[in-house]
């Protein structure tokens, strides 16, 4: 599995601050919320791993 990179936060003047249906803030909280996730699996599978390596066959 690959890892994708850490979602950057929006810059400074990236929000216009309008109440957009689709802010640039609710893109980057979605994307981070999905790159988290794919963090704890990717730390749950690698933690598997290393059991599955320690046990006797």
Known sequence: MS???KPIPPGDF???E???S???WDIYSDELDEWKAQQKSQQSDEAQESCDR???E
Request: hydrophobic share 5%; with cysteine.
């Open 14 to 16: 990236e929000c216009c």
């Open 3 to 5: 890892s994708k990179e």
């Open 54 to 56: 320690s046990e006797p």
């Open 22 to 24: 689709q802010c640039v």
């Open 18 to 20: 309008s109440g957009c």
